[in-house]
């Protein structure tokens, strides 16, 4: 099921406020991944009051050249969870690869309870 739609200007607005808005800092890192807090704009974790969710990069590498690379996004708010708000959803995940993993080959991951879904990035 498809759940992308076209955005009217407003939404897309709140859409762009959102993502260009959003903050991430690193909590972990090992020699093939990385753990970032994600910090969005109106959303936290409602146990904490903190980061709205986190980003897990797990780089696999190949030789001296090739890497691949597995992200998973696991967001907290269960107002992210809500059908409505799937291309938010989409649109933050999105700009989180675009600045964590950039131009690799990736496979997400997206926990964000009805709004979960998988993608891969070839570029």
């Given at each position: 099921?498809?759940?992308?739609?076209d955005?009217?200007?407003?939404?897309?607005?709140?859409?762009?406020?959102?993502?260009?808005?959003?903050?991430?800092?690193?909590?972990?890192?090992?020699?093939t991944?990385?753990?970032?807090?994600?910090?969005?704009?109106?959303?936290?974790?409602?146990?904490?009051?903190?980061?709205?969710?986190?980003?897990?990069?797990?780089?696999?590498?190949?030789?001296?050249?090739?890497?691949?690379?597995?992200?998973?996004?696991?967001?907290?708010?269960?107002?992210?969870?809500?059908?409505?708000?799937?291309?938010?959803?989409?649109?933050?995940?999105?700009?989180?690869?675009?600045?964590?993993?950039?131009?690799?080959?990736?496979?997400?991951?997206?926990?964000?309870?009805?709004?979960?879904?998988?993608?891969?990035?070839?570029?």
């Amino acid at each position: 099921m498809n759940k992308i739609k076209d955005m009217n200007p407003k939404e897309l607005k709140k859409i762009m406020t959102v993502t260009e808005r959003m903050s991430f800092t690193k909590n972990f890192r090992s020699a093939t991944a990385e753990e970032w807090f994600v910090f969005i704009p109106g959303f936290n974790d409602p146990g904490t009051g903190g980061a709205a969710g986190k980003a897990i990069v797990h780089y696999n590498l190949y030789g001296n050249k090739d890497m691949f690379i597995n992200t998973t996004v696991i967001l907290d708010d269960p107002v992210l969870f809500e059908e409505e708000n799937f291309q938010l959803v989409y649109s933050i995940c999105d700009e989180l690869i675009n600045r964590l993993v950039g131009y690799a080959d990736t496979l997400l991951s997206v926990h964000a309870g009805s709004n979960s879904y998988n993608a891969e990035y070839k570029r």
